[in-house]
């Protein structure tokens, strides 16, 4: 499922929406980073654990790798801020 389109769009979104070259240079490069076999591995992972936990499918809470190794369930929002800016 596709992401909504926002009203308000973040800087970045308004920069790519102007700028067509730089969108299929930045889609070119998230294409080819994605389909390393290091990024497939890591989706794997992750989605195996979801099936171990009986969680797959199932929309909900997200499963992510620890800083020192194994997994751990948290909400999608604190999973995905973490390394990025405060808003």
């Given at each position: 499922m596709a992401?909504?389109?926002?009203a308000k769009p973040k800087k970045?979104?308004?920069y790519y929406a102007k700028n067509p070259k730089a969108k299929a240079k930045k889609k070119a490069y998230d294409t080819k980073y994605h389909k390393s076999a290091k990024r497939k591995k890591y989706r794997a992972d992750l989605q195996k654990e979801r099936v171990r936990r009986g969680i797959a499918g199932k929309g909900g809470?997200?499963?992510s790798h620890k800083k020192g190794g194994g997994y751990t369930v948290e909400s999608p929002s604190k999973n995905r801020a973490r390394n990025?800016?405060?808003r």
């Open positions: 992401p909504r389109k926002s970045s979104a308004q809470n997200d499963v990025r800016g405060k």
